[in-house]
């Protein structure tokens, strides 16, 4: 059954970032490649923007799923990270994120990463609190990410209970 939010709903753009990285010395690792923590740092940062903006309040990393590494970035490239609302549970969103490389004389961007994150609106206590905004779907995208979002959290509940 699926909830009712009682102030209404929230469409995807009103939630979603972008945010432009230079790769800076100390991003990169020892194979001269930007180094996949600063990433991980960087998507943490973006989903936790997008899922503050949805939700109103304070939030959690609960969960990175689907992370996958599918190029490698160097420095002085120009690194954009997209995040956005895919689904929202009752004390949960569920948020992507897709990292690109961006040509300087083109404009052009590559895809360098993907990602899933859960992340939990809490209160000061660090205690989950309901999510009041739904989520208006706009589009076949959008609906398509929801699907897939569903996908994903039963998964998880399956890894759990096998204990993984």
């Known amino acids: 059954m699926e909830r009712s939010y009682p102030k209404g709903t929230k469409r995807v753009a009103d939630s979603e970032i972008e945010a432009t990285f230079i790769v800076h010395h100390k991003d990169i690792n020892g194979e001269n490649r930007l180094f996949g923590g600063r990433l991980m740092e960087w998507i943490d940062s973006a989903a936790g923007i997008a899922a503050r903006r949805h939700c109103g309040g304070s939030i959690t990393t609960a969960c990175v799923d689907s ?26 969103m569920e948020v992507r994120v897709e990292a690109y490389v961006e040509e300087v004389a083109t404009g052009e961007r590559y895809l360098i990463n993907d990602a899933y994150l859960t992340e939990v609106h809490v209160d000061s206590d660090g205690h989950p609190q309901p999510v009041q905004w739904g989520l208006e779907l706009t589009s076949d995208e959008e609906r398509s990410e929801w699907a897939g979002a569903k996908k994903r959290i039963a998964n998880r509940k399956q890894r759990a209970a096998e204990g993984f």
């Open 67 to 92: 992370l996958v590494f599918k190029h490698a970035s160097r420095l002085n490239d120009i690194v954009v990270v997209r995040a956005r609302i895919t689904y929202v549970g009752t004390t949960s």
